[in-house]
């Protein structure tokens, strides 16, 4: 990556599969990743469907572009959104992209820019797939960006988290991979661990904003501070 503070991202957003209403929370959360330098949106502009992607296209700064389906039951969008990123990739000018779907049909081509070393990330709804969101470096649901979204119903979308307990295991597992013999682990590295193996872990999930948050309501561990480093050990047993 050239000399920068930020990675500079090809963000390319799947209108056919994405809410309108999102649009704002995505490319926040985009923004605070890396720089957005590109931002594209695919759809068939010619249908009602899409009319709030249409209504947010210049407010937002995106690029639209036409994709008019020509045989019945064929995205249109898919193919073209694949198109222009293998020429944004042999461009060479990105660190990374940005897929914005739920659609496991761009599975290959997170494979593929992964491959050639790009860094990958995916937003989309928890419906999403497990293979594409395995793929990406990162998946973000986009119900963990609205949580203060007055449009998700009680009980769903954003306002539905797991329960902290549940991370647990993905950090037992993350300790059982880091080859150390100390106890205490970094809790940046387990983080990190804890990602590589599921891209989609979010602490939002679990309706925390940080891992430190998170991980100070989990029953089974202990918690200690050297200066601005956190460190974590499963509890011993009591005999």
């Not at 209108?15 to 931002?39: F, M, Q, S, T, Y």
């Not at 898919?78 to 914005?100: C, E, S, Y």
């Not at 649901?141 to 954003?158: C, R, S, V, Y």
Request: charged share 30%; glycine share 8%.
């Amino acid at each position: 990556m050239p000399d920068r503070d930020q990675p500079l991202l090809a963000t390319l957003i799947d209108a056919d599969n994405v809410p309108a209403k999102h649009a704002e929370a995505i490319l926040k959360e985009v923004a605070a990743i890396g720089e957005p330098a590109l931002r594209r949106v695919y759809g068939d502009w010619t249908s009602a469907r899409l009319k709030g992607w249409s209504e947010k296209i210049l407010s937002l700064g995106l690029v639209a572009h036409q994709q008019t389906s020509n045989i019945s039951g064929k995205n249109a969008s898919d193919i073209g959104l694949v198109i222009d990123a293998m020429d944004i990739l042999h461009g060479q000018r990105f660190d990374g992209f940005v897929l914005v779907s739920s659609d496991s049909d761009f599975t290959s081509l997170a494979n593929r820019l992964r491959e050639d070393g790009k860094m990958v990330i995916g937003i989309g709804e928890k419906k999403t797939p497990e293979p594409l969101r395995n793929v990406c470096n990162r998946f973000i649901f986009i119900e963990n960006l609205i949580t203060e979204d007055a449009d998700a119903p009680a009980g769903k979308g954003g306002s539905a988290k797991e329960s902290p307990a549940k991370a647990a295991e993905l950090l037992r597992d993350a300790m059982a991979r880091i080859p150390q013999e100390d106890e205490w682990y970094q809790l940046g590295q387990l983080g990190q661990a804890v990602t590589a193996a599921h891209p989609d872990f979010d602490t939002r999930t679990y309706g925390k904003r940080k891992l430190s948050e998170l991980v100070s309501v989990i029953k089974g561990f202990e918690i200690k501070r050297e200066g601005n480093q956190i460190y974590l050990r499963e509890k011993k047993s009591k005999r």
